[in-house]
């Protein structure tokens, strides 16, 4: 599968950003998707992860309740919606496509990943 995200850029504080990953090459509706960030000189971490069929959802503590991740398996999109953006949220975006149906929040889960997608939040 091949995922291109887009939607990223530079937002204030307190704003907001959808963020887009469209998928292609695989059945996209039998695999969950997840979202992941890089700040520089930081590690990849978990944002978010939706199951293959939309049904659950998971956020890290550092975004819950103001991130939405979501799909639309007959647009084999997943979007990630970023309200009260904050500057630590400021990194590289990704998402990913997990190996399996269901949920899991670590990088080894997933098999395929897009090319990232920055997100920029001054304060």
């Known amino acids: 599968v091949q995922l291109v995200e887009s939607g990223g850029g530079l937002v204030q504080a307190g704003g907001s950003l959808t963020l887009s990953c469209a998928a292609s090459?695989?059945?996209?509706?039998?695999?969950?998707m997840g979202w992941f960030r890089q700040a520089p000189g930081k590690e990849r971490e978990f944002v978010a992860a939706?199951?293959?069929?939309?049904?659950?959802?998971y956020y890290s503590e550092s975004v819950k309740g103001r991130f939405t991740i979501s799909r639309d398996n007959a647009k084999n999109t997943v979007y990630l919606q970023m309200n009260s953006l904050k500057p630590d949220d400021t990194a590289d975006y990704f998402c990913a496509a997990a190996k399996g149906h269901f949920i899991i929040v670590v990088t080894s889960g997933y098999d395929r990943w897009g090319q990232g997608t920055r997100v920029t939040v001054s304060s």
């Open positions: 939706i199951s293959y069929s939309g049904n659950s959802t």
């Open positions: 090459g695989r059945t996209f509706s039998t695999h969950a």
